[in-house]
């Protein structure tokens, strides 16, 4: 009994309780779904048809993915400092990705520039 509850404590004490836990689970999904690329295929064919709500998908995800590379490379916040992400980004990806704008079918050369942009950025 003694050493039960001291195996018990010394797991606590050291931190294996929050390995143990259901949050870590979830937040492995969750970066595992933000990661992954294996869904792109689907999300990118149904933002240039505009099949259900595949160019709002596809807009988060290149939102996302600026926002993200705005702020490692160029210390520039994507939503906090708009005028600046877009002299960045530049005007013919910028109404893609630009949050005050209406979301609209993604057509497939500014895909194609979107994507070229962020590589180069």
Do not use: C, K
Request: hydrophobic share 45%; aromatic share 4%.
């Amino acid at each position: 009994m003694i050493t039960a509850v001291a195996l018990v404590t010394a797991r606590y004490t050291t931190g294996f309780h929050s390995q143990d836990s259901a949050l870590r689970g979830s937040l492995r999904l969750i970066e595992e779904q933000r990661a992954g690329l294996g869904d792109w295929r689907r999300v990118v064919e149904n933002g240039l048809t505009g099949r259900g709500d595949g160019a709002e998908v596809l807009r988060r995800r290149l939102q996302w993915l600026y926002a993200a590379r705005l702020a490692e490379r160029h210390a520039v916040s994507l939503h906090d400092r708009p005028q600046a992400a877009a002299a960045l980004v530049g005007p013919e990806v910028w109404p893609l990705i630009d949050p005050a704008r209406p979301v609209t079918p993604v057509p497939a050369p500014v895909l194609r520039a979107a994507v070229d942009r962020l590589s180069s950025l």
